[in-house]
């Protein structure tokens, strides 16, 4: 009887324990945690750049299971949800010679083909026996191509499951491998651009810029499996105001095009070069919720711009413009590079408020889905846009094509919004 008493307790306590995979203690709830996968649905989950979920993907005894039918262009599945600041949680485990990874702040645009050149991976591979040699910064637990983790990290071999966290908060970041943390962190500064720019991103202008975005799974040909992945959302901070240019150098700025941006007494000029074309000269940064301000002053004709959750490749920017033109060409108007052009022109009334040949200030508040724009004070744009709400990227200024265009900007400070 007694050993039948054993067996039988044996038994419940195995239940039990099998029973609380991918499930939250009621502290957990408590503290904000969140289920990304319900042990039994892929409810929540989609393709990357999809409406729905068509890739390799199935539920394997109570964990997400990459069939191993994907590649380097698909085979990537994201949250329906996007997540800025975050404790991510999760157990997994590959088959041998195994090849995923944990993507975040994920970026979705059409022109983004794969995810990884937008979102920083936490990289999960068997080192020992994958087939060909890796480098350094693609062995398991790296930041890929960015960060690498100790020699010494314990990893559990192929077929055993091993649990992984990344803190993401508000730019400090943390990879963590069964219980140890491994990499540190702090992305956008020096060091973060320098490396980006020596390795494997270094033509890939937006890599790991959004702070923002979807959480992705890989399926890289090989099955992989997932399971207990939680999620808690931290605060975004406010920070102090910045001064995004120096008044000494171009630091901080990228150039696109062939006009010209050049530092003269202390101010920022933009002016046409021979082409005459568009350019724009953007931060390296993405800027999401911000307060910012600008002065400028027209020297002759002065038509330019300030875009804000904006990218740019080559001289194709895609974004909103706050406009900066001749008088009655609606300065501090939005208009959208996208598709629908205007969202807002200046009322005829309020042409006059533009200095021609002076100084003027520029502030322009971007929070959620609401833009609001001041020119010397006085209110030109206030809207509401679900688009622009999904968005990020990068300020830049913009000089029009056609020449004869010559303006001088100073005081570019920018302050970014908490929650």
């Known amino acids: 009887m007694r050993t039948f008493l054993l067996i039988a307790a044996g038994a419940t306590l195995l239940s039990a324990c099998q029973a609380a995979q991918n499930v939250l203690t009621e502290q957990e709830k408590a503290d904000g945690w969140e289920l990304l996968f ?36 698909n085979g990537y599945i994201v949250t329906t949800q996007k997540y800025a600041n975050f404790i991510l949680q999760w157990d997994w485990k590959l088959s041998k010679a195994g090849n995923s990874g944990m993507l975040y702040h994920v970026v979705e645009r059409p022109d983004f083909k794969v995810p990884y050149i937008t979102g920083p991976e ?35 071999p192929a077929g055993q499951w091993n649990t992984s966290k990344i803190v993401f908060d508000n730019g400090h970041v943390e990879y963590w491998m069964n ?24 033509e890939e202008d937006e890599y790991g810029l959004s702070d923002i975005g979807v959480i992705c799974l890989q399926d890289h040909g090989y099955p992989a499996w997932f399971r207990n992945i939680k999620i808690k959302q931290l605060p975004k901070k406010e920070k102090a105001p910045v001064q995004l240019f120096n008044g000494k150098d ?28 568009y350019g724009y000269f953007a931060t390296e940064k993405y800027y999401r919720d911000f307060d910012m301000s600008a002065d400028f002053k027209q020297i002759t004709n002065g038509n330019s711009g300030i875009f804000f959750r904006s990218t740019v490749k080559g001289t194709r920017v895609t974004g909103w413009q706050v406009e900066v033109a001749p008088k ?35 502030r322009i508040l971007v929070k959620g889905n609401r833009v609001t724009t001041w020119l010397n004070g006085v209110e030109m744009t206030n809207l509401t846009d679900d688009f622009i709400g999904q968005a990020n990227g990068r300020i830049a200024l913009q000089i029009h094509d056609g020449g004869d265009i010559k303006v001088l900007w100073k005081n570019l400070i920018l302050k970014e919004l908490g929650d």
Not at 346 to 362: F, H, I, R, S
């Open 179 to 202: 219980g140890v943390k491994t990499i540190e962190f702090e992305a956008w500064t020096d060091d973060w651009f320098a490396r980006k720019k020596a390795g494997k991103w270094a």
């Open 122 to 156: 936490y990289q999960l591979i068997d080192d020992a026996n994958f087939p060909e040699k890796l480098e350094e910064w693609q062995k398991c637990g790296a930041d890929y191509a960015m960060y690498l983790p100790p020699a010494d990290q314990k990893v559990n």
């Open 250 to 277: 171009l630091s901080g700025w990228i150039n696109y095009g062939q006009e010209k941006w050049y530092v003269e007494d202390s101010l920022l000029v933009c002016e046409n070069g021979p082409n005459k074309g």
């Open 38 to 73: 319900d042990g039994k649905t892929m409810t929540g989950w989609r393709d990357y750049n999809g409406d729905s979920l068509t890739g390799p993907w199935t539920v394997n005894k109570g964990a997400i299971k990459a069939e191993g039918g994907g590649s380097d262009a």
């Open 328 to 362: 009655g060409h609606d300065s501090g108007g939005v208009y959208e590079s996208y598709k629908r052009g205007w969202l807002h022109q200046t009322p005829a009334e309020l042409e006059t408020v533009l200095k021609e040949g002076e100084w003027n200030t520029m």
